[in-house]
């Protein structure tokens, strides 16, 4: 079993109006020195499958469910759990 950290978020050249309100409460709560806030998404999957067909699956998975590919990147950590 493998286990799966997937993280997404804006594109650089897409606007982050949830980063800004972030970025803008945390100044004025005196915070100043945050320069900018991106905001994204967090999941964690375990998938029973090969190795070799796990970074496969996941590459699908994020481009067709996880992530807009048009206004959002993705990366991924695979980590093999280990049965106890």
Do not use: F, W
């Not at 286990?3 to 803008?24: C, F, I, M, W």
């Not at 970074?55 to 695979?78: A, D, G, K, M, W």
């Amino acid at each position: 079993m493998y286990k799966v950290k997937v993280y997404v978020t804006l594109r650089e050249s897409v606007l982050d109006p949830q980063g800004e309100a972030v970025k803008n409460a945390l100044h004025s709560m005196n915070y100043g020195e945050v320069g900018s806030v991106r905001i994204g998404k967090y999941m964690e999957l375990e998938i029973e499958k090969g190795s070799k067909e796990v970074e496969e699956t996941v590459n699908e998975i994020c481009s067709r469910l996880l992530s807009n590919p048009v206004i959002e990147n993705y990366r991924y950590e695979i980590e093999e759990c280990v049965a106890l």
